[in-house]
């Protein structure tokens, strides 16, 4: 059996929309085993088996409400998800350019 991992979100939620909202995407995201939602304390906990905490936070995070804290299995985590890193841009190779050479505008004639 996967280990239990427990996952605490602090967010900004002001009505029983914000929470209902938060509530709606951890109810269909798959792997989550256990989640309370608490508008009174403003904070989200998750309990999962195979979701790393990456994915629970953009989850959260699509529904558009701040979240202002987070906790990894009781550790502080950070509040920006992961961003993978950029591949470098492949530039196309051509002839070079001279300053001779006009201009191409869009739309001239």
């Not at 906790?71 to 841009?89: I, M, Q």
């Amino acid at each position: 059996m996967a280990e239990e991992h427990h996952y605490k979100f602090g967010i900004v939620m002001h009505c029983g929309g914000c929470s209902g909202a938060i509530d709606r995407v951890l109810k269909k995201l798959d792997g989550v085993t256990k989640y309370e939602v608490s508008l009174e304390n403003q904070t989200a906990d998750v309990y999962t088996e195979n979701l790393d905490y990456d994915t629970v936070l953009k989850t959260i995070a699509k529904t558009g409400k701040k979240v202002t804290s987070g906790e990894a299995d009781g550790k502080e985590a950070p509040v920006e998800p992961v961003k993978p890193e950029a591949e470098p841009v492949k530039l196309e190779e051509g002839p070079a350019k001279t300053p001779d050479e006009p201009a191409i505008v869009a739309g001239a004639e």
